[in-house]
């Protein structure tokens, strides 16, 4: 396993992070769950991440149990706040009194004294971001968070959050979490540009499309039994991938990723970290040969003819309109 450093923070981060969207609390059953974080571990994959909201705040319960008696100075554990994890009108968000309580139920769950990055998981639109800033600064000073993140955020929000960071002396964004893989390729118009020039890093997310870049996914068939798409709690947020136009030229990506010796997972994992801005793509996993098999993306170099073939195989799939970055963050609660 390859190390990157988090932006342009001290703290090193595996080039190749797990994460637990989806999977644990959910879609899996514990022991397939800590069979996969136990698979991570074992391939040198040092970084977790996982947020409040997944699973109904489950997953990052298991995710504390499955690194329990892991040696908490070997690991990077980052986490996240905004969507709800409750009922209440103040469960939600990224305002003081949210952030101040819900990273006590994070801690909590996790069963640490600290997570390594605290995430926005979305931009608080109805929050003043000096507020939010200022308790993210509060949560570092108080040792409960080392490093502040944001995700889905828009190039202007994150460099009025730099401006704001820098005139009052609070800590900067180290980090970014993006959705991004070679079919989703939003960021590169206006956020990576920003970001590469302040140190803010890329921990990108989806990096195989939640499946679809395996090739698992045949045109005109039904999905896999046991795969995301075929399940009928986790099948909504692959379905915009889910056409047969797309999967056919995935297909196509087949006779590259074999002239390389690589699987088609590896493949793209391996194009995401060939952007110098990102500083890890996170995985996820239903079973831990998935693990084993995605890791091998690490240290793979990918020369500029194949991702020539890479662009040309598929074309128009490839969707680059940067302005779909905002419509990442919720502009009211409904
Ligand atoms: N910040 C955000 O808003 C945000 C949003 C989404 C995700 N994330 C983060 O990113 C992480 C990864 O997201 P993701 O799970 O969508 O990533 P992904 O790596 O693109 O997709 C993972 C899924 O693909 C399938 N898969 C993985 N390896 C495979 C292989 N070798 N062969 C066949 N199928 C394979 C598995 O699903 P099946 O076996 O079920 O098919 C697995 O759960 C999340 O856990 C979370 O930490 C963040």
Redesign the pocket.
């Known amino acids: 396993m390859e190390f990157r450093h988090l932006g342009r923070s001290g703290l090193m981060v595996s080039e190749i ?7 644990h609390g959910s ?2 059953e514990e022991e397939a769950a800590h069979a996969c974080v136990r698979a991570a571990l074992d391939e040198g994959i040092t970084t977790f ?3 409040d909201a ?1 699973a109904g705040t489950r997953a990052e319960e298991v995710l504390g149990r499955a690194l329990k008696g892991v040696r908490r100075e070997s690991v990077e554990i ?1 986490t ?1 706040v905004f969507w709800p994890t409750g009922d209440g009108q103040n469960d939600r968000g990224l305002s003081r009194k949210h952030l101040t309580e819900a990273i006590d139920g994070s801690l909590r769950r996790l069963g640490t004294d600290y997570v390594d990055l605290y ?1 926005a ?2 931009y608080d639109y109805e929050t003043p971001l000096e507020e939010t800033l200022k308790t993210f600064d509060d949560l570092v000073r108080r040792g409960k968070i080392l490093y502040v993140g944001v ?2 955020w828009t190039a202007p929000q994150i460099q009025r959050a730099l401006e704001i960071a820098d005139q009052m002396g609070f800590d900067r964004l180290v980090s970014n ?3 991004y ?1 070679m079919l989703w390729r939003i960021i590169e118009a206006d956020v990576v540009p920003l970001c590469s020039r302040e140190g803010v890093g890329q921990v ?11 090739g ?1 996914y045949l045109p005109g068939q039904a ?2 039994s ?6 009928p709690v ?1 099948a909504g ?2 379905g915009r991938f889910m056409n047969d136009d797309l999967l056919t030229r995935v297909q196509d990506l087949r006779p590259i990723a074999a002239d390389l010796g690589l ?4 493949l ?2 391996a194009w995401v970290l060939q952007n110098p801005d990102v500083s890890s ?7 831990p ?3 084993r ?2 890791v091998k993306a690490s240290g793979v170099k990918l020369g500029a003819d194949v991702l020539e073939r890479i662009d040309q195989v598929l074309g128009e799939h490839v969707q680059r309109d940067g302005s779909l970055v905002e419509r ?1 963050s919720p502009k009211t609660r409904d």
């Open positions: 992070s797990y994460g637990n969207w989806i999977t879609q899996v991440d996982t947020a997944y980052f996240k995430q998981h979305r995700s889905e979490q993006p959705q893989s990108v997310w989806s990096p195989i499309a939640q499946g679809v870049l395996t698992k999905p896999p046991g795969s995301r798409a075929a399940d986790s947020p692959i699987s088609m997972a590896q793209a994992i793509a996170i995985i996820g996993a239903t079973r040969d998935q693990v098999e995605n990442m």
